[in-house]
């Protein structure tokens, strides 16, 4: 059985702990403020974008002779790109991060397609090298506060990628922010646009043939809108990608805020236990030292 003493030392090395992990806390309820900031403010900036695009796809009346707007016709290799955290202490959200990339893996296997792996955090990277599996670029020492030339050096890279063939299709899997105790796996995907989001969003609203006599009668295009979507196509995937980026910045600090709270409940269970033991113990050291009193007493009769 421990001393009173190692109980005591015990007590003192969960409360600094404790200390700890409720200052981290605190960071991360600050930091995810600020980022929940961001998002609302890009939200709506994302949305104008995404649905432009749209129109002006439904207007035209040629896709634009786009490298990045050439729909692949056999996709053989897709690109996952993982966007995890530069560090850990988060509960589960990089691991649900790898582990969703390597179940959309196996699906692309078992399709006969092969995979490349895009890496955005240390985490991500290290998992993805610890598993010895085919990663073609990373990207790490900004998830904490994501800026946008960022999110460009990222898909500046995936765009090169699927331009040079390297990819036929671009997904992205990261976590969606949703509450600060609550956050989504969400997988995408990005290029090409015929089979992203930006295409269908509109159709998914109106039907087809209204939706085309609705954009036409309602907006104007100068230019025509062929060249509007040509500079719209590479400004959506760098939105997209800066997107998903303080999405996973959120998701970040409120799944840290929350493992860093429960940590701390964790650590004041346990110093409450180790408080009861380390009672215990000295009462029963008293309880000795009576009874060895008591014994001599008697023996002096």
Known sequence: MASLKDIRGRIASVKNVRKITRAMEMISAARLRRAEQRIEHLRPYADAIRRMTARASHAAEN?????????KDEVRTVGILLITGDRG?????????????????????????????????????????????DLDASWTGFTDRPA??????????????????????????????ISPIRQEV?????LPLQQADVIA?????????????HARSLWIYEPDPEEILARLVPDYVEISIYRALLESTASEHGARMSAMRNASDNAGE?????????????????TQEIMEVVAGAEGLR
């Open 63 to 71: 896709i634009p002779n786009l490298p990045i707007l050439q729909e």
């Open 89 to 133: 202490l988060a509960g589960p959200f990089n691991s649900q991060i790898v582990r969703a990339g390597n179940r959309r893996a196996g699906e692309l296997r078992a399709d006969g397609k092969e995979i490349l792996w895009y890496a955005v955090g240390r985490r991500g990277v290290s998992s993805l090298e610890f598993r010895q599996l």
């Open 148 to 177: 946008f030339a960022d999110a460009r050096a990222v898909a500046d890279g995936l765009t090169a990628a699927y331009v040079d063939g390297k990819v036929d299709r671009v997904e992205v899997i990261y976590n969606g922010y």
């Open 186 to 190: 969400r997988e995408e995907t990005l």
């Open 201 to 213: 969003d509109e159709e998914e609203e109106e039907g087809e043939e209204e939706r085309a006599e």
């Open 270 to 286: 346990l110093i409450d236990d180790l408080t009861l033991a380390a009672n215990r113990q000295r009462q029963a050291e008293i």
